[in-house]
């Protein structure tokens, strides 16, 4: 590590994309007697504000080239980022070519992430997006840290300004390192965005394969500290852009636990994004209870009737506008996140009189299945694709078997569609009990499918819910007929599980004894 303390800042070079702020640095950094070099459209912006500045050309001797893909690629430029202040060797190498040090340099990105984010952008044009120059400068002026600052984003100029002003042009060492970081983390995000889009189309097995690739990679930036993680002695952050998906309109901030029962809760509504005026329970990642009725009010009272206890301190997340009526009733009890895509008018106004309360808008936009679920485990992490949402369908899904002597009647075949959108969002093993798309029992993150349907009966009984002419759903198959028999015995008509049991002939065969009807998914919904 050099020992000599690095020279004050006498030359600057310039190169943005986003120009955000950048004529006011550049004002500060003249002030202080910084000579500026920038590129052909950052110079002619602050040649329009009247700042002194000398073109990149000037310095190279070598005019912009192939419509400006070369510009900055140049040893006048990268010897005078890298060179060693500390080494004389290097000095003299710039001195023997004519070349000055520079001592900062001031870079952002092409914008690549939105440029792919626009269907109707050419593949050939997106590449054009993928900056050469910028991350080489900044790379260089990081790596050289000890003696050069690397200023990649417009949130820094003045905390730089101001040290530059308050030291005599020079910028400390913990400031040069902090500033390193951010650069190389900039420049990582960056080729992660390219390597993601490139990688969409090039599976390393085919074109089915192309979401799980050789090498798992993310770079994403801290959005949000949290005040711990899932128990106070433990740190927790959140990392990435969650803009995307909500909006916190009220309350303290989001913890860890919270934004975890966030998540779960905006997958389990956006099952019923196309159905009627639905609203779904929650806690600790579990619904609590879940309905579809006639109005939102109506579905908050049959949701909460499933189970009267859990809910307090719980979550409440609603497909469609909230309305007053309903969130007059939800706030009779303590509900610590109210989730829904908008509000009506005044209904704000009943829901922030609870300090302690959050109230978040779902935006309706991205779906969480757009992105990969990734997990920690010890040595590494697990990916998946995410478990899709399920067809709204007037129709039964072609992979649906009848293999009961009687098919499902229309109100069975409803309310087994319901049933089965919310066994999805329970920890396995799962079982739910629903009649009238409204659930009467749930039985969740049980060892035994027998222990999960027990619970859910337990809990509808404890509710005084009759299951008499309900369904009942599984998330997975029956590994014997026992757990069909249960269920037919407590009053269930009809169920719904994946099959693919060495026993499904003999569940078949009970279900036809009790007169239950019954469909086969052909696919389970596993949630650990």
């Known amino acids: 590590m050099p020992t000599n303390a690095p020279s004050p800042v006498r030359r600057a070079l310039l190169s943005v994309y986003d120009k955000t702020g950048i004529v006011d640095f550049a004002r500060r950094l003249r002030t202080l007697d910084i000579e500026l070099i920038s590129t052909g459209g950052t110079a002619e912006t602050l040649r329009q504000a009247g700042i002194a500045v000398t ?67 050419a593949p050939d044009t997106v590449m054009e997006y993928v900056d050469i120059g910028g991350p080489t400068m900044l790379r260089a002026a990081a790596k050289n840290h000890f003696d050069v600052g690397a200023v990649s984003a417009p949130d820094q100029y003045d905390a730089v300004a101001n040290e530059l002003a308050q030291n005599e042009g020079h910028l400390s060492a913990p400031t040069r390192r902090s500033l390193a970081e951010a650069a190389f983390a900039h420049t990582a995000a960056y080729d992660h965005d390219i390597d993601a889009h490139l990688s969409q189309h090039t599976g390393t097995d085919g074109e089915d394969d192309a979401a799980l690739q050789p090498t798992y990679a993310v770079s994403l930036p801290r959005a949000q500290s949290l005040r711990y993680g899932e128990n106070p002695h433990q740190e927790g952050a959140l990392y990435g852009d969650p803009s995307d998906f909500y909006e916190k309109l009220h309350g303290r901030d989001l913890s860890y636990n919270n934004l975890l029962d966030m998540s779960s809760a905006l997958a389990l509504i956006d099952e019923f994004r196309d159905a009627g005026p639905t609203c779904a329970i929650l806690k600790h990642t579990n619904p609590c209870g879940v309905a579809t009725a006639d109005s939102l009010e109506e579905a908050w009272h049959q949701a909460f009737a499933t189970d009267t206890q859990s809910p307090y301190g719980g979550i409440v997340v609603v497909n469609q506008a909230l309305d007053r009526a309903t969130a007059e009733a939800i706030d009779e009890i303590f509900t610590e996140i109210v989730i829904a895509p908008e509000f009506d008018p005044g209904v704000l106004d009943v829901l922030t009189q609870q300090d302690r309360r959050r109230v978040v808008r779902a935006k309706q936009g991205a779906r969480a299945t757009d992105r990969l679920d990734v997990r920690s485990v010890l040595g590494g992490v697990l990916a998946q694709t995410r478990d899709p949402v399920i067809p709204s369908t007037s129709s039964p899904p072609e992979e649906w078997e009848v293999p ?105 065969q009970a279900a036809d004894a009790h007169d239950v009807a019954m469909i086969l998914t052909g696919r389970r919904h596993f949630r650990h």
């Open 55 to 121: 073109n990149v050309a000037d310095v190279t001797g070598v005019p912009e080239v192939l419509e400006g893909r070369v510009k900055t690629l140049h040893p006048a430029l990268h010897a005078g980022i890298l060179a060693r202040r500390s080494r004389e060797e290097d000095m003299a190498a710039l001195e023997e070519h004519d070349y000055a040090p520079i001592d900062l340099v001031i870079g952002n990105l092409y914008p690549f992430s939105k440029a792919v984010q626009d269907p109707d952008t």
């Open 404 to 508: 009961t002597a009687r098919p499902p009647t229309d109100d069975e075949r409803a309310d087994l569609d319901f049933a089965w959108r919310v066994v999805k969002h329970v920890k396995s093993n799962a079982i739910v009990y629903a009649r009238d798309r409204a659930t009467l029992g749930v039985g969740a993150g049980q060892m035994s499918r027998i222990d999960a349907s027990e619970l859910a009966v337990f809990k509808a009984q404890k509710s005084e819910l009759d299951l008499t002419g309900s369904v009942v759903a599984s998330d997975a198959f029956f590994p014997f007929a026992d757990g069909l028999v249960a269920a037919a015995d407590e009053g269930a008509r009809a169920a719904i599980q994946p099959g693919g049991s060495i026993r499904d002939d003999e569940v078949t």
